[in-house]
């Protein structure tokens, strides 16, 4: 066992540490697509990763108990960890909730906020081949409406021009 826990512990926690930090940053600003389940999955074989490299180095991380910075970044952690629990109301990622209100307003709400009217918005989803929308649906309903990727949706609604070459690529 001590054989197993000296060649992969620190290895896998390594490996994994940068995966869920990549996976974690992109989910953040909305880039993962599919990587929830996968960084949720992963995340618990980390977890474990962590408590085998955590019993390989039980000296050390015995050790640093006995610094009182140890206990200043484990507090710092936990209060970082109650401030991002707190419901929504009450707190959080001020910038996540205006997203999430956002994909949930209907477009004729929406449109105002983009300098555009609702026509234009609906013009830009029908040009990349979303036609059915209506102002009264919000980006997340649509996207489900019409199993479309939501970052694709919202691309097509804001106009990104990211948006526009990624649609000239795929029609040459």
């Not at 974690?24 to 408590?51: C, D, K, N, P, T």
């Not at 109301?89 to 999430?100: D, H, I, T, V, Y």
């Not at 990727?149 to 000239?168: H, I, K, N, T, Y």
Request: charged content about 15%; proline content about 2%; aromatic content about 6%.
């Amino acid at each position: 066992m001590n054989q197993l826990l000296q060649r992969y512990a620190t290895i896998s926690t390594a490996a994994l540490f940068c995966f869920m930090g990549l996976s974690g940053v992109l989910m953040f600003v909305e880039l993962g697509g599919s990587l929830r389940e996968a960084h949720e999955w992963l995340g618990l074989v980390f977890v474990a990763s962590v408590a085998l490299h955590v019993l390989r180095n039980k000296a050390a991380f015995l050790k640093l108990l006995t610094f009182k910075r140890t206990y200043v970044a484990l507090a710092a952690v936990f209060l970082a960890a109650a401030f991002m629990l707190e419901g929504e109301e009450g707190g959080g990622n001020p910038m996540r909730q205006l997203a999430q209100q956002s994909s949930q307003a209907p477009i004729s709400a929406l449109a105002p906020v983009l300098g555009v009217t609702a026509d234009e918005v609906l013009a830009r989803l029908a040009t990349g081949g979303i036609s059915s929308a209506t102002a009264s649906q919000s980006l997340q309903e649509i996207s489900k409406a019409q199993n479309t990727e939501f970052m694709r949706v919202v691309a097509l609604a804001v106009g990104s021009p990211a948006q526009s070459s990624d649609e000239d690529e795929k029609e040459d």
